[in-house]
């Protein structure tokens, strides 16, 4: 998280140069025989959400790797909206750890809610599929440090569990 030109050649970019939102109607055929959207369609939303912020991150194609505590807390309706939220919350030499965020918005009354939550660990690779080199990240408001600490902590443990 520093300002000059990293070992690797890269400046450092903000949480926000790479943030992104989607909004979009949950329709009848997006629902289950519940009416609510399929949880699978969920998660390729914040899927397809995390690998747009990675590559505005680091201006490469990118693959998803890992998927950390992918959770639902509400379902999503049909005529409501689906509101995705990404965010580059970390940076390592080749991957990128993102913060994806579902709310669901009734369009009626304006109430909005926290649906699901995910991590996914997205790597860049190079033309050739082999991962490639990364930009820092700059944390700089007081949640995006905090989930710059608790992502190097999932990172950390991960390192420490896969050489096992």
Known sequence: MMNEQTSNGFLPKKVSESKAELVDLVLPPDTNNHGTIFGGKVMAYADKMAAIVAMRHCRQPVVTVHSDSFEFHAPIKAGEAICVEASVICAHRTSMEVLVRVC?????????????????????????????????????????????????????????????
């Open 104 to 164: 669901s918005e009734n369009l009626l009354t304006g109430e909005k809610k926290l649906t699901s939550q995910a991590y996914l660990t997205m790597l860049a690779v190079d033309k050739d599929g082999r991962p490639s080199p990364v930009p820092p990240i700059i944390a700089e408001t007081e949640e995006e440090k905090k989930h710059y600490q608790i992502a190097m902590e999932r990172y950390n443990a991960r390192k420490k569990a896969n050489k096992k």
